[in-house]
């Protein structure tokens, strides 16, 4: 049993000092969703944590801006392993899970020609799957550049991202 405590305590203080290893950024991107009817542009923020040697985890939240009466919102978490190359360049696949809203609010004239609305709000997760590059122009702040295809029954998409981030 002491053996027991003594191992459980060992692993919670190496992840302590694993969490107090880590980097922490935050940034901003621009966002281009490609779909088959239409093309979306779109802002985001996110957050990333570098924790163990070239892991890091992103949480990023996406706004897209209305286009045809459809506006949309995505949230993502993925997950990069990075692969730092000559130069200072460092190139990451990624994997994650997405979270997408997509709101409708269309007026159309009916038979009667009178003026009717449409709306209609629609809620999927799905998987994103993709890579990207980034590049540190100092110490703080990193440029960066995300290609990753979300995969949603009836909605999938590429999207293309580029950002800025900086150190926290």
């Known amino acids: 049993m002491k053996r027991l405590i003594t191992v459980c305590c060992a692993v919670l203080m190496s992840m302590a000092m694993m969490a107090q290893e880590g980097s922490m950024f935050v940034g901003g991107h621009l966002n281009y969703g490609m779909y088959s ?6 802002l985001g923020a996110k957050v990333q944590y570098e924790f163990i040697d070239q ?3 992103e949480a990023s939240a996406n706004y897209y801006f209305e286009q045809n009466d459809i506006t949309s919102w995505d949230f993502s978490a993925n997950l990069h392993y990075i692969f730092p190359l000559d130069g200072g360049f460092r190139v990451y696949p990624l994997a994650g899970v997405c979270f997408d809203y997509v709101h409708a609010n269309v007026q ?3 038979i009667e020609r009178q003026i009717r609305q ?7 997760i799905g998987l994103n799957l993709g890579g990207g590059v980034e590049y540190p122009l ?3 702040f990193k440029i960066n550049a995300d290609l990753k295809y979300q995969i949603i029954q009836g909605y999938s998409r590429p999207v293309i991202s580029v950002g800025v981030s900086y150190a926290i």
């Open 37 to 42: 009817n239409r093309n979306e542009f779109g």
């Open 55 to 57: 892991w890091r985890g």
């Open 108 to 110: 159309y004239l009916d």
């Open 118 to 124: 449409y709306t209609r709000t629609t809620t999927r």
């Open 138 to 140: 100092n110490d703080e």
